[in-house]
């Protein structure tokens, strides 16, 4: 079912669940978190979705909608409530990282 005028052109801004125009930062480690902030727009750039805001000093920034209220928060995260602060393949992947920084003499 079709809402009335609804268009089927992709939409810069969310879903019209998103009621509200303001949105928090959830990510645990942003020097933001936990800071509300008037959404300006939301789009997807540089391959993810993210969303625009003035910060304090009134310039127009972005972060990944992702840790923010904007977005529903990941299964992994609400299931591991805080007991992991990383998922498997991210440690995977560092281990890789630091596997190989000790091949090329990168140092870790």
Aim: with cysteine.
């Amino acid at each position: 079912m079709t809402r009335p005028g609804h268009s089927h052109k992709q939409s810069t801004t969310p879903d019209s669940d998103f009621e509200s125009r303001c949105f928090r930062v959830t990510h645990p480690y942003h020097p933001l978190f936990q800071q509300e902030f008037e959404l300006v727009t939301y789009r997807q750039n540089w391959g993810e979705e993210r969303v625009w805001f003035h910060d304090a000093k009134g310039q127009l920034v972005s972060i990944p909608a992702v840790w923010t209220s904007v977005v529903a928060q990941e299964a992994f995260v609400a299931v591991s409530v805080g007991r992991s602060l990383f998922r498997v393949e991210e440690l995977l992947a560092l281990a890789r990282l630091i596997e190989r920084l000790k091949q090329t003499g990168g140092g870790v």
